[in-house]
């Protein structure tokens, strides 16, 4: 309270202050729930704001809503405190893409409750910012995708995509990741990606294999992490055979790495070989030639550790590129 000499607030200026502390007051609680553990239903704290105190609130200190919120989806339980952002109106108000999802398939048709196979994906999802919020929103494009085939069978395709885009859409409408770029990109990159992990077969090649990590990059051990946390099955062999797989990949992944670093790119001889189909004495175009073929393996656009013919018929296929 201010003391009588003490300079008072503006009215406008305490008005403008009200929603912001209203709805940090309620974010606040959610967090305050997610860390605390506490088993049991939420109870409604009487904290429910207006969908305008919340978006006020992210406009005026995207920053103060942002730490908040990563405390619930970092929290110890974090089921938890999501279930208190549902109670106060905060997940509708910020996130009505994830409030849509709420009861979603629950009896209506046979699908599992999507909302409550998202708060178990974040729930078991490592605890690292980027993976728990992809966890988040991973499923968002599901709301615009179902469709139901004759035979009654329930299908999202093109729910990953579908989710990146309104994961962009959600950015523009409130501005809580657009300070951390990298984050940000991380998280839509995940959500655009979710599925790839879980659909590995054993079948895959190695060049398939290796197509895969370089595609992921950076993103590869966080894409393993969500793609472990979202096998929510209530099947144990079913489960077990999902997370065997993702574990089976990512073995494959680290074992071709390291003979990758032992074994050089391009095979034994393929120089020799180019000489021979292209006429080609011996001389610095053929060091130039295996240069630019190493810089395209690196950069993607052809594979490493093919058979010779495989580089012959590259080169062979862009003579005036190589200098032929």
Known sequence: MKTPDQPQEAPQLQEAHAPLDRAMDALEFAAHVAEAAEAGQVADPGLRMTREDFLAAANLDPKAVRARL????????????????????????????????????????????????????????????????????????????????????????????????MFDKLNRRVTIFNYEEALRSTVRFLVLHHLRANQYDPAWTDSAVRRFARELGSHLEDLLCLARADITTKRPEKKRKGLS????????????????????????????????????????????????????????????????????DFVGSNKARFGI
């Not at 980027?130 to 329930?154: M, N, Q």
């Not at 034994?268 to 190493?294: H, N, Q, W």
Request: charged residues 30%.
């Open 70 to 165: 990563d405390r619930v989806i970092m929290g110890a339980d974090p089921e938890a405190g999501l279930d208190a952002l549902l109670v106060t109106g905060a997940l509708d108000a910020l996130f009505p893409e994830v409030h849509a999802m709420v009861g979603f398939g629950d009896g209506e048709w046979r699908h599992k409750d999507v909302w409550k196979h998202t708060k178990q994906v974040v729930r078991q999802a490592v605890p690292r910012i980027e993976v728990r919020w992809a966890a988040l929103f991973h499923d968002i494009g599901k709301i615009k995708t179902r469709s139901i085939s004759p035979d009654g069978k329930v299908h999202f395709l093109g729910h990953a995509e579908v989710g990146a885009r």
């Open 245 to 312: 797989q993702i574990d089976e990949l990512a073995a494959r992944i680290t074992e071709l790495a390291a003979e990758d670093a032992k074994v050089p790119p391009l095979p034994s001889g393929v120089g020799d070989d180019i000489m021979k189909t292209f006429g080609i004495p011996p001389s610095r175009l053929i060091g130039e030639i295996k240069r630019a073929l190493e810089a395209g393996i690196e950069s993607g656009e052809i594979e490493s550790h093919r058979e010779s013919a495989y580089y012959v």
